[in-house]
């Protein structure tokens, strides 16, 4: 009997899980320019409109999704500073809170300056220090970690992982925080040559992230590494990651995976460090891993942030076997998402994430919204199971101290102490209010020509979320199949939309 007991059981669930996924109601939500987050409904039909994006049938195996959060950076808790606490409080809820809008689980920390510090500075400036004796988290105590714990006093249960833009300047080749000279900064121009051993193709402009770039990113590679490759220093920077996560335990922040540095092929005006193949493997291999798995081994490894469309520079540090068996995933952003398909089908076997969302150019207009929307279409579509925002509530153009102007989910009127939530908030929202830890991915149809794009989720509960998008200039009727139904609605144009099973 109790074969034909346990057929029965599974006939039982799978009827159960088709009958679900043909619930006849959604419920609707739709944003427009200045026109966000507006309630409908609407039911499955028996025959589609037009061929369908997608087609479920509630049986496929999908990317399990861990997380969405934020990047914790002190700008972020200047700004967080000008409101009043109500308003505080109304914001970390919303962005943290289990029943608030975003949901953010997980949290990143710079490890020393980021690009949107106030200012430079490490955890150790005191030059020669390669025993770390002079180690130090006390600048932080003073903007990041206030930061975190008005974030916990929503979700005591974030995690967090970390990685630096610069080591400190004495550990460097040129001695100072950026890679390259600006007028942003004080680096000695004559310095510049150590980029690529020559004074030629150094192009300052080539940084800067204003409009889409195009083609090869970076259009040459550094031919050495800007960090000290002497097994002393390298030694040092190691057990430097195990004290930083040992610092911020007794602050009651709980690291649970590093990254050893931020954009290595952004060759920065600002806090960077550019890192060869070579220098990748070496350092990672031979040092960072070794010292995690001797006093933090419960703190996982990944390896990024590949912000470059250079497949074979990353095939080639990916091909080192020993390396590989250190580390559990691979962090994308910017260009990196190019490359990122062709990546995990070569190593499917490893986690995905995409560590930064986009910055823009500080509009922080519906343009940038839509942008945002597509690019978490397409990152969690490619398989990452995590995704990360980059900063969450910056003054207006969002300035940061090197002169760029960046977006953020939130913008603040420095003058009135006001703020708004930004085109780029509800575009999370979208994806994050929904798409809850532990949902699958289980259908992505890419950007069409005609600016229709869909992701389509199974949460925990085996609801089927369907997350699409008409960044086109026309209305488009559009058709999901759902089980035997069709999921059959008109998309207005430049409109995000939000389709949940009730």
Sequence with gaps: MKPIFLKWTFAVCFLSMVYGIQAQSYVWICS???????????????????????????TEKGVPFKAWGTTFNELDWDALLALTRDEQDEIMH????????????????????????????????????????????DRDKLGIIPLIRAAQKFNPRL????????????????????????????????LDYLLYGSQDGVDEDEMKFLGEREGQF????????????????????????????DAYKAQGVNIDMVIYQNEAYSYTPYPGCAWTAEGTIRFNRDYLAPALKKHHPDVKLYLGTFNTNRQDHAEKVLS????????????????????????????????????????????????????TFFLISDNVGNGCDEWFNWNFLLPKHGTSPWGWNQNALIELDSETRTF???????AVKHFSHFVVPGSEMIGYAPKEKDGTIAVVYRTPEKKIVV???????????VSVKIGKKYLNVTLDAHSLHTFVMK
């Design 467 to 477: 997350i699409a998008g008409n960044l086109g200039d026309t209305p488009q009727p």
């Design 94 to 137: 919303n962005l943290f809170a289990p029943d608030g809008d975003l949901k953010f689980t997980r949290g990143r920390i710079p490890m020393n300056a980021s690009d949107y510090a106030r200012s430079w500075y490490s955890c150790d400036e005191v030059a020669g220090d390669l025993e770390l004796r002079y180690f130090n988290i």
């Design 218 to 245: 970076p259009r040459k590679l550094a031919t050495q590494d800007y960090f000290i490759q002497d097994p002393r220093y390298l030694q040092a920077y190691a057990n430097y990651f195990c004290k930083f996560i």
């Design 32 to 58: 427009t320019e200045n026109n966000y987050w507006k309630e409908d409904e609407t039911k499955l039909q028996s025959r589609p409109v037009q061929t369908p994006l997608l087609e479920i049938d509630g």
């Design 320 to 371: 080192d076997d020993r390396l590989r068996a250190c580390i559990e995933g691979l962090a994308f952003q910017w260009e990196g998402r190019q490359i990122l398909p062709a990546i995990r089908r070569q190593y499917p076997g490893f986690h995905y994430i995409c560590s930064e969302s986009e910055c823009g150019n500080g509009a922080m207009d519906w343009k940038a919204g839509e942008h």
């Design 159 to 190: 995690t967090f992982w970390t990685s630096p833009w610069s080591p400190p300047s004495w550990m460097k080749i040129n001695g100072d925080y950026p890679v390259l000279s600006s007028r942003f900064n004080r680096q000695d121009k004559r």
């Design 420 to 426: 708004r939530y930004t085109a780029e908030y509800y």
